[in-house]
């Protein structure tokens, strides 16, 4: 009597040739590691799960577990000569070969531009702290470089940092000031305000179309001068390089006054006949 397949309805010499029918036959519900064949896809699934349910070997112990967190368990609970652990993470592995493909993937080692080597997790704390790298004061954040510093100031901070200088400053206020007050920064001589540069500059003068003319500076007698260079060196402005006038002691100020007096009589006389340009 023929042996017939119930799926595709062919007829086969032997039970022989109808199980290498089932075994090539790639839409057949077979199993291949029983040798066994069944007649729904449903009746394959079913003794799959009972026959075949998934497992995870030790090979090193030889044991055998449901899952895979049972089986990392077991890694982590023997001691180390059994199974390696690592010294980042609480992980434990089959051996030295699979704890270096871990490190490799989950703790690389990067050697950061001052020429030290570091775990990639470490390398915020790193730029923190060491003197090599720039920090945000405001943050408490360091960089790897003046790229990613300046990139993150002008985001979050550009209203108080002067990037011409590399500082920051507490607040607007400050940071004006130091445009006021650095030779580094050009400045208004209508006004006296401070600039990042020139084109910075240049807008507000061209902005402001009625700015406020400087005072007129009057010229001293030179008995005034002459008298007043007697009394020694004073202080110097260091925006006006002019000489101001020093705190007098005793002995100085009745010398003073004499100076003054001479002074107010001279400066009468000059103011007096001196008249204003239209």
């Not at 077991?74 to 592995?93: D, I, L, N, Q, T």
């Not at 260079?229 to 925006?239: I, N, W």
Request: proline content about 7%; hydrophobic content about 30%; glycine content about 4%.
């Amino acid at each position: 009597m023929p042996w017939s397949c119930d799926q595709c309805a062919r007829d086969f010499v032997s039970k022989t040739a109808l199980y290498q029918h089932y075994r090539m036959a790639p839409d057949h519900s077979f199993c291949h590691e029983c040798d066994k064949y069944f007649r729904t896809e449903d009746a394959l699934e079913a003794h799959n799960a009972s026959a075949h349910a998934p497992h995870f070997t030790c090979a090193t112990c030889r044991t055998i577990y449901a899952t895979q967190s049972a089986l990392e368990d077991h890694y982590r609970g023997k001691p180390e000569a059994v199974h390696p652990k690592c010294s980042r993470c609480p992980k434990g592995f089959l051996n030295m070969a699979a704890l270096r493909e871990h490190k490799k993937t989950a703790h690389p080692i990067v050697t950061c531009t001052c020429k030290k080597d570091f775990y990639e997790a470490e390398l915020d704390a790193h730029y923190k702290v060491s003197p090599f790298h720039p920090s945000c004061n405001a943050c408490g954040i360091g960089f790897k470089d003046d790229a990613a510093y300046d990139e993150h100031v002008v985001a979050l901070h550009s209203d108080r940092c002067c990037l011409g200088c590399r500082r920051q400053f507490e607040s607007v206020k400050e940071l004006k000031n130091h445009y006021m007050v650095s030779p580094d920064h050009p400045t208004c001589k209508m006004c006296g305000e401070g600039f990042f540069d020139d084109a910075a500059l240049r807008d507000h003068v061209a902005a402001k179309l009625e700015h406020p003319a400087p005072p007129r500076v009057v010229d001293a007698p030179m008995a005034l001068l002459t008298n007043y260079a007697s009394l020694g060196d004073g202080a110097t402005d260091p925006r006006s390089n002019q000489t101001l006038l020093p705190l007098p002691d005793k002995e100085q100020s009745e010398k003073w006054k004499q100076i003054k007096n001479t002074a107010t009589t001279g400066m009468g006389t000059l103011l007096s006949t001196w008249t204003a340009p239209v």
